[in-house]
């Protein structure tokens, strides 16, 4: 059974707490108990919160993330939580950097649950793109698909 579950990017102000966000309102819907979390691989953010354009976003879904503040990810987490999920190829490979052995193998893309041509792909950094929409929506399918996978 999982117990927790912790969503990692690169600053932890737009994909990650987006994922948590959507996580822990999915989880609450469904009635499950689970520990989350989000981190970011860099300290640029720290204690801030989400980015405004994302937390505008997640309301006009349904998704509260106001008070999510971001951390930087610890060495302690792998112990800590049963799944890390990641948004992209670059934050597995600052993962592997981190946590160069994965014996538990719970380090993953978040969209590797997803089936077909998606399970590849990267969850784009709006703060980047400015395409706050494609995140939200792409992390939607796959917390969905991770849920569904895990709780099957």
């Known amino acids: ?65 106001s008070d999510l503040k971001a951390r930087i990810i610890k060495k302690e987490d792998y112990r800590d939580f049963d799944w890390i999920l990641a948004m992209d190829d670059q934050n597995i490979d600052e993962l592997k950097n981190i946590y160069p052995s994965d014996p538990d193998n719970k380090i993953r893309k978040i969209t590797s649950f997803i089936d077909g041509s998606l399970n590849r792909i990267n969850v784009p950094d709006p703060y980047y793109t400015g395409d706050y929409e494609a995140s939200l929506n792409l992390i939607e399918q796959a917390v969905e698909a991770f849920l569904n996978q895990i709780f099957e």
């Open 1 to 65: 059974m999982v117990k927790s579950v912790l969503f990692v990017c690169l600053g932890n102000i737009c994909r990650s707490p987006t994922a948590e966000g959507i996580f822990r309102s999915k989880i609450k819907t469904k009635g499950f108990k689970i520990l989350h979390d989000s981190a970011g691989l860099t300290n640029w953010h720290q204690g801030q919160s989400p980015y405004e354009p994302m937390q505008t976003t997640c309301e006009k879904h349904g998704y509260n993330i």
